[in-house]
């Protein structure tokens, strides 16, 4: 069974219009740099992860 943030992604991928670009934004949680995770960004080019930086709150970077 896939972990968890990979059938979010997948899902997400299903539901989009063949050929749109994904942006997702995630915390610097280790499950999102999983070896799963890599494996799905590489086989999917269309979408893209941007990490939160480090030891930062995710809701000052909205602030921001």
Partial sequence: MPP??????????IHQPRGKEIHVIADNLSTHKSTPVKDFLTA???VHLYF???YS???NQVDL
């Fill in 4 to 13: 968890c943030f990979v059938t979010f992604l997948t899902d997400i991928v």
């Fill in 52 to 54: 939160t930086p480090t």
């Fill in 44 to 46: 999917h080019h269309r």
């Fill in 57 to 59: 709150s995710w809701l």
